[in-house]
């Protein structure tokens, strides 16, 4: 009798410690949901699509238009080059090839690198600017996109702004 009350008892924790995971689960899609709704209200247009996954958000209106905000991932964006150091804090796209990426944790190395690399092939309308707090590279490719690098080496940020200017 001891035995299976100890049986017993042991079910009932692993079914309340299963549920609180379960709980949890559907809390987290309930709010997504409900913030997807909040936002499909606010944009006012019945055919707009908002999708919420983790930490990224994606907006789809009725004709196929994108625009992603969120995630830690390098987004994937023709005819902007990957930047190989620091970390990802944020990221904004569109489907035409518009992107804003914030990171932090980057070297200054890292930022002179990658502009040494871009300025190869990004020789167009190139401003570049330096001062103790602040480094700017910007240029445009022969397709017509153009990058913005700006580096502030107090904190170790980088934003980089990708546009497609040759649609």
């Known amino acids: 009798m001891k035995r299976m009350l100890v049986w017993l008892l042991l079910l009932v924790l692993v079914f309340s410690l299963a549920g609180c995971g379960v709980k949890k689960k559907v809390e987290e899609k309930a709010g997504e949901k409900l913030a997807e709704t909040l936002i499909e209200k606010a944009v006012g247009d019945k055919d707009t699509k908002v999708d919420i996954e983790g930490d990224t958000l994606k907006i789809t209106d009725a004709e196929g ?93 980088l934003s980089l702004i990708g546009k497609n200017e040759g649609q």
Do not use: C, H
């Open 65 to 157: 238009g994108e625009v992603t905000l969120g995630g830690t991932k390098w987004p994937d964006v023709p005819g902007l080059p990957k930047f190989e150091g620091g970390s990802i804090l944020s990221v904004a796209k569109d489907g035409e090839g518009n992107v804003m990426i914030i990171m932090e944790e980057v070297e200054e190395k890292d930022y002179r690198d990658y502009v040494e690399s871009i300025s190869k092939d990004f020789t167009e309308n190139v401003v570049q600017l330096e001062s103790q707090d602040y480094l700017l590279y910007e240029g445009k490719n022969s397709q017509g996109y153009f990058v913005a690098v700006q580096y502030y080496p107090g904190d170790k940020t």
